[in-house]
């Protein structure tokens, strides 16, 4: 099977990118096959992801959001209407519908808000496909951190499980700052091991494994296509493209790619079978009628 390219930096190109790929795969089918499965590549493309990110100020979420997914900031509104309440940006890197980001509160707060702040979780995780929770490198109060997640989070995942995965933000800043690596833009040696014992330390506090800590450095482009990669294979496949769409291509890998692609031509075969076995069952309805009489 022909893969395509990764496209360049505009929804309409990777749109008809992969019209044109599903196209090629589907030659064989009717029309009528061949259009159905073109809508439902569209609606797949067209799904607008929306992505709850949490950490205390100064974690470095908005530098993080403008590094993946762009600069312009399409709306900003209040979902609850109060002072302390999340607030949603629509980042768009692309002329596509955009992602949306809700900057949830509550991280690094008094816990005499925790009761408000449940309520506002509650009625907003069944939204969210998504959490990313940022903790910086150099950050070693983390007991505010685990107890808005023991006593905010954790009690609404129960009843809606999305994937959260923590990012150990800002990796450029833990000691021995001076060991980074200004020309390949990575941590030295001691870096590495000390950010290796910060991934067990947040592993320990919030009992996950370290495979869902990833580590960042937004400012030196450090880390983000792993993330992307990582985000990418917790969705489910028909969510996934909603973030792929938005992503900046430069942090696009091409093992993600091969990923997305791969899901979704999984799951456009699977909306193929189910539209085969709608037309069995109509077949079998109609000659049971011929049958009966």
Known sequence: MHTPAIPPESTPPLQNCLSQWLDKQTRHLS????????????KILSYQATIGVMGKSGAGKSSLCNALFGQEESAVSDVTGGTRSPQEITLASQAGRGISLFDMPGVGESLQNHEEYGEQYQALLPKLDLILWLIKADDRALSLDQQCYQKLLQPHLVEHPIPVLFVVSQADKIEPCREWDEQQHRPGPMQQDNLAIKQRVIADSFNIPTSHINVIAAAENYGLQELVEHIVRVLPHERKWGVVRETKPEQISNTTW?????CLWQLLGSRLGDLARKGKEVMADKLSTLWGR
């Open 31 to 42: 029309a009528d096959y061949r259009q159905y499965l073109q809508d439902e590549l569209q």
């Open 258 to 262: 091969q990923l997305c692609l791969a």
